[in-house]
């Protein structure tokens, strides 16, 4: 078995299970956030005599419209809160205690090696980097969940993606997962689990990680998974998470195909609209101008990611006529990067610093486009429409890329960033 399918074995007790095999599993953890919970608290209170399965195990996020951007914005809020209260649900974040809900789950020490996690939300499949199963589930599978403690599954086939060499400067997870959904495309992954293998995985960091299994579902993917390494051990411990429980797949499992990929040779790389297939590196790359840059998000909203792109913005402005805006991912993260001089850095760079949220990368607050505007951003997709009017566009980066274009005014390269005269740079 493949390291997805002998979790999932393990969470259905049973000794094995086969591809297409429908079972039912145990759930460690179930998840949603103020789009999707007022609606699986909904389907929940239709169940008869329905009742929490576990309060410690749910975990219900403010994050997409909050702090809360209008009127029905509080309302759904305030569902999930009283839903809480009533429920003791101890895991109900909001205002100070918020964050981007795949950032913070992490964090927090919420999810560990060998769990099944199932959210209400497409990019649930970042646990992944821990070594957990996590994928997204609608709403109503959500509320069955939540009462339950049990979801169901197909099987999935998997794809093995064999890592070699380690990133170039200025070179992130977020270009490896940019490249790979090129090289396989939106669909390539369909309703398949991507693991990921080889000695190149020993070079990537936990936010490299979690950032390339979150865009597991840009390629079409059930969950992606990484290899409990002691990378991974040291950042569960560090977040005070419970005991992990190791799998690893066996030597003869069988996947429905190999992709390697060096490390090495992956340059920085732009998803170009509408889709996170349109991966380009510079050499195909012309002129772009961009009207705005947003660095945060559950893909790239942590402190390293700052820290990456403080390096590129520390003395220099972002070009005239660019909204440059920050996100950081969780209230940890914002009061660490306050700490470490990075807002600083961001302000007098001519950038605005956000509370945590998931704002403009679904199109809901804090940096809408209109017709005809450009973003440079770090989130997960780049769909018609995704950050405002249907007119507009939006190019998928790194944070480095992301600062380097804010300063430059259009697609840049890092790497290139200083051969930029100072009148450039400033203008």
Known sequence: MTLTQKILAAHAGKETVAVGELILANLDRVLANDITAPVAIEEFNRIADAKIFDPDKISLVMDHFAPNKDIKAAEQCKTCRDFAGEHSIPGFYDGGDMGVEHALLPEKGLVTAGDVVIGADSHTCTYGALGAFSTGVGSTDMAVGMATGKAWFKVPAAIKVELTGSLQPYISGKDVVLHLIGLIGVDGALYQSIEFTGEGVASLSISDRLCICNMAIEAGGKNGIFPVDEITLEYLKSTGAKEPKIYTADEDAVYARVIKINLSEIEPTVAFPHLPENAKTFKEIGEVKIDQAVIGSCTNGRLEDLVAAAEIFKGRRVAKGVRTIIIPATQKIYLEALKLGLLEIFINA???????????????????????????????????????????????????????????????????LPQLTAGAVEN
């Open 350 to 416: 001519g950038a605005l610093v956000s509370a945590p949220t998931c704002g403009p990368c679904l199109g809901g607050h804090m940096g809408i486009l209109a017709a005809g505007e450009r973003a440079v951003a770090t989130t997960n997709r780049n769909f018609v429409g995704r950050m405002g009017h249907v007119k507009s566009e939006v190019y998928l980066a790194s944070p480095t890329v992301a600062a380097a274009s804010a300063i430059a005014g259009k697609l840049f390269d890092p790497r290139l």
